[in-house]
């Protein structure tokens, strides 16, 4: 019984990366995606910026 449970609890590398690739690709998913709505806003910032001065123009 205690040879199961200590084959059971043995941490071998592919267990390790089956527990942490989610993690890390969650992760990864999450910082990509604050990324990209930074960057937009930042974009729609800088154009705004360019054309303002046109809205009196009427064009």
Same mark, same amino acid.
């Given at each position: ?8 609890? !043995? ?37 705004? !910026? ?10």
């Amino acid at each position: 019984m205690s040879k199961r449970k200590k084959n059971e609890e !043995e941490i071998n590398p592919k267990k390790v990366l089956h527990m942490f690739l989610p993690i890390v690709g969650a992760i990864f998913i999450a910082v990509s995606s604050i990324l990209y709505i930074l960057y937009k806003s930042w974009s729609n910032k800088l154009y705004f !910026e360019k054309w303002k001065d046109y809205e009196d123009c009427g064009v």
